[in-house]
């Protein structure tokens, strides 16, 4: 077998939808392999290298995977899950008698289909599964894509065995989160004057001269970074992607008016060079109508389809929210992350299917997740920006090391150097830099 040839077939007794799923998602997805399913021994290719994922190697010549019991149930249990290592790899769901000592397919399924946050669990103050109950929080792999690292030491045994190769690239993804398009313009005459009221009882008279001449002067709002953005991502030709939220005035929505001019001019631009997607609202997260409405805003505007999302507050939960998102015609969702932590919530760098398991079947959702957000650096760290760029320099290279997708987390507000967010700016540059220079372009 020549070493560029990346053909591969898995051999199965187990026949499910979970097993599926995971030989697509570990070997198609992640390894990029082209990869055949075969259930019946009689079947077998004796031209192609073969994975035996059953209790017996089914010739001599098959790398050997012995199965756990989730991929064969269908049912939703407390799993008994003892850390052990490979090499130096940390790994669950142990067995004996193979070429590995775990089931990687079945590791690989319970993490990324986020079997733990159908379990009962803590949530924070906003509903949302805490980073502290994962199994990768707690056993110490958060900050790290430890599917893709499986991956990649299967790959090196596979290649010894069998010469395959996977044909993995690094790919970074740009996104950022518009909560609020403006800081000062289309805000209404009652939040204006009410701004303006606040901060003069605050003694924030700097911000009152910056209202003052946005508003009447015609001064550039700083929160209007979007021209700015473009041009640093323009230089590497990343992909990007933003996110506008257009849900109604509430305590956790407070962007400007959807109906603005400016506004909607805005949005119009941003979408002639980049992919613009829908932020669903705080409230929205369960609510495929209110989803539905707020897509209807904003392919009214763009005139075109809306595909992407990324829930505001990452204020989702499985498998509701994901329902929701579907019932949209939602395409692909980037809210798989945390806001608290920073690290891999679905242990993976890599986007995949959404596996609803109440209903046991893989969905056209596909998921990509993303690894750091600059305000969990920022408003829950308190983390100086010379320390945050170490750590998007971090994650980057972990990624890169894998051969994974990069997805960061911005939001337009920071990238104005405007008050508290003094400083962010800079560590966009070089972050959208050094990413550049692992990119190879």
Known sequence: MKPEQNH??????????????????????????????????????????????????????????????????????????????????????????????????????????????????EKDEHDRFLPRQSLAARMGFLERPLIDEWFKKLQTELYTRFGVVSKRRFKFVNTIDVDSAFAFVEKGLFRTVGAALRDLTRGKFTDVKHRVATILLGKKDPFNTFKYALDVNKKYGFDSIFFFLLGDYGTYDKNVPYTGMKFR?????????????????YYANNSSSMIGEQIERLSNTVHMPVEHSRFHFLKSEVPHSYRALINADILHDYTMGYASKPGFRASTCTPFKFFDLVQNRA????????????????????TTPEAAFEKFKQFTDIVHSVQGTLYFVWHNDSLSNHGSNKGWREVYEKTIDYVGSKSGV
């Open 363 to 382: 969905t056209r959702l596909t998921i990509h997740p993303f690894c750091l957000m600059e305000g969990t650096l920022k408003n829950y760290a308190n």
């Open 265 to 281: 001019a805005l949005m119009k631009r941003v979408n002639d060079y980049a992919t613009v997607g829908i932020h669903p609202s």
């Open 8 to 121: 591969i077939q898995v051999y199965s007794e187990i026949q499910s939808r979970r097993l599926k799923f995971a030989v697509d998602f570990f070997f198609s997805r992640v390894g990029n392999f082209k990869v055949h399913l075969v259930l019946n021994e009689v079947d077998i290719n004796p031209d192609l290298p073969t994975i035996s994922y059953s209790h017996r190697p089914v010739h001599e010549n098959t790398f050997h995977i012995r199965p756990a019991a989730i991929l064969k149930e269908k049912t939703i249990e407390e799993q008994n899950i003892q850390l052990a290592e490979w090499g130096k790899l940390p790994c669950f769901f142990a067995t004996e008698g193979s070429d590995i000592p775990f089931d990687v397919l079945g590791a690989a399924f319970y993490l990324v289909s986020r079997y733990e946050e159908y379990l009962p669990a």
